[in-house]
C-alpha cells in the first residue's frame, strides 16, 4: 500500500525521522506562523504523564489521555508566533526531553531560497518579482452595465466563515477513506450501494468533520476535530498521524474530509465570478477575493514548505531532495484538483471590478492576510 508510506512512516516510525534511540518518534522541524503540528514521544504505556513546557510562541491544545494502548503519545501544538528556535520540553520520568521547532512568518515563507538546489518558493516566475500585473480587462462579461442584486448563498455567508472552509495544508489529503477495507465496522459493504465514494459528506459550513459510513450511519472520526479535540473515543483520527488505526488498518476519516472541503473551497471563486456576470451585484467580487485570498495563504505556505510533498521535515528534504509526485498521497493532487483552472476563470471574471471592490472592501474588510 504505497499510498500509505509516508504516514505510516509518522504514525510507526522512525528512523527516517530520529535516531533509533531518541524517545522522539516525530516532530517538525520548521513550521509556519499559526500551523498546528503534533509531536509524538516513545513513551511506555503504563509511564505517569508526561508534563509540557512550552514557550510562548506555542500553544498546546490537545494530548492523548491514558488509558495509553501504544508506546507513543502524542502532543498537539498550535505555533503563535515567528521564532528561530521554540523550544518544548517534555518531563519525562526518564528525564527532560527538548524538542526544538523553528517557526516562520508568512514573510519568512515568501522569501526566495534554494534547498537541495531546488528555488523556493514553487511560484512562478522562480526567484524573481512578477513583472507586471495584468490589470485590463481581457474578457468582455457585461456585468458591468447590470444593476442586479443577488442573495443568499456565499454573499449571506461572513467572510470568516469563507476564510474557515480551507482546511489546514498540515492535513494531508486521501482519496478514500481505505479504498482495500470500506469501514472499520462494516468492511467493503460500504460499496454495495455505491461502488464509488460512497461515504456520505456534509456540504454545510462551518465544516463539522464528520464522515457518515453509507451502511450503518455511523459518524467517524470519533474525536471532534472541528474543535481541536484531536484523540477522543473508539475511532479517533487526528488528521496528521496515518488516520484512524484499527487492527493495523488505516483509514482516513479527516484525509477524505480534507479534500472533499479543499474541493468545496475551490467553488467559492467561480461561483461568486459566475454572480457577478449574471447580476453585476459587486458584493460577489468581494467574496470572490476573499476565497482567492484564502487560497493564495495556503499556496504560498505549500510553496515553500515542500517537506508536505511525502516527506516529513525540511532536514529530510535536504537529505534526499523534494518528494516526487508518484511517492503517494500528502498534499498535492492532480490539476483536475487543483484551483488553477477555476482560479484563472474567476480572475477573467472579475477583473476590471477589483477596484469597485476596494471601496465595498471598508465595510467588508477582507480578513487579515491580505497583501498578497
Ligand atoms: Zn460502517
Request: glycine share 8%; net charge positive; hydrophobic share 35%.
Amino acid at each position: 500500500m504505497r499510498r500509505f508510506s509516508l504516514l505510516l512512516a509518522i504514525a510507526g516510525l522512525p528512523s527516517a525521522v530520529c535516531a533509533a534511540t531518541s524517545p522522539v518518534v516525530y516532530a517538525p522541524d520548521v513550521v509556519g506562523v499559526e500551523r498546528m503540528f503534533m509531536v509524538a514521544l516513545k513513551v511506555a504505556t503504563d509511564a505517569p504523564e508526561v508534563t509540557v513546557t512550552v514557550p510562548d510562541s506555542v500553544t498546546m491544545f490537545d494530548r492523548q489521555r491514558p488509558p495509553f494502548r501504544e508506546e507513543a503519545r502524542r502532543f498537539y501544538f498550535r505555533a503563535l508566533k515567528a521564532t528561530p528556535r521554540a523550544e518544548i520540553r517534555f518531563a519525562t520520568a526518564g528525564g527532560t526531553i527538548t524538542v526544538p521547532v523553528e517557526i516562520w512568518s508568512f514573510e519568512d515563507l515568501r522569501k526566495f531560497r534554494t534547498l537541495k538546489g531546488v528555488q523556493l518558493p514553487r511560484r512562478w516566475p522562480l526567484g524573481k518579482a512578477l513583472p507586471e500585473l495584468k490589470e485590463k480587462q481581457i474578457f468582455p462579461t457585461g456585468a458591468e452595465g447590470k444593476v442586479g442584486q443577488g442573495r443568499g448563498g456565499y454573499l449571506s455567508m461572513s467572510d470568516e466563515r469563507i476564510w474557515a472552509m480551507q482546511p489546514d495544508s498540515t492535513i494531508p489529503r486521501w482519496h478514500w477513506v481505505n479504498i482495500q477495507h470500506g469501514c472499520p465496522i462494516h468492511g467493503k459493504d460500504v460499496y454495495a450501494k455505491r461502488a464509488y465514494y460512497p461515504w456520505q459528506l456534509d456540504p454545510s459550513t462551518p465544516w463539522r468533520w464528520k464522515i457518515k459510513c453509507p451502511v450503518g450511519g455511523e459518524e467517524y472520526p470519533s474525536n471532534d476535530f472541528a474543535n481541536g479535540d484531536m484523540t477522543r473515543g473508539e475511532f479517533p483520527d487526528d488528521g496528521i498521524g496515518g488516520g484512524c488505526v484499527r487492527d493495523g488498518k488505516h483509514y482516513g476519516f479527516i484525509a477524505e474530509l480534507s479534500q472533499y472541503y479543499c474541493r468545496r473551497m475551490m467553488t467559492v471563486a467561480p461561483d461568486c465570478a459566475n454572480g457577478y456576470v449574471r447580476t453585476g451585484d459587486v458584493r460577489y467580487v468581494h467574496k470572490a477575493l476573499v476565497a482567492l485570498c484564502r487560497l493564495a495563504v495556503e499556496f504560498s505556505y505549500l510553496a515553500t514548505m515542500t517537506q508536505h510533498r511525502h516527506r516529513n521535515t525540511v532536514r529530510q528534504v535536504e537529505r534526499f531532495g523534494p518528494g516526487r509526485f508518484d511517492e503517494g498521497p500528502g498534499r498535492i493532487h492532480d490539476l483536475s484538483h487543483r484551483t488553477a483552472r477555476p482560479a484563472n476563470r474567476s480572475r477573467a471574471g472579475l477583473r476590471p471590478n477589483l477596484p469597485r471592490d476596494r471601496e465595498g472592501s471598508r465595510h467588508h474588510p477582507v480578513p487579515a492576510k491580505q497583501g498578497l
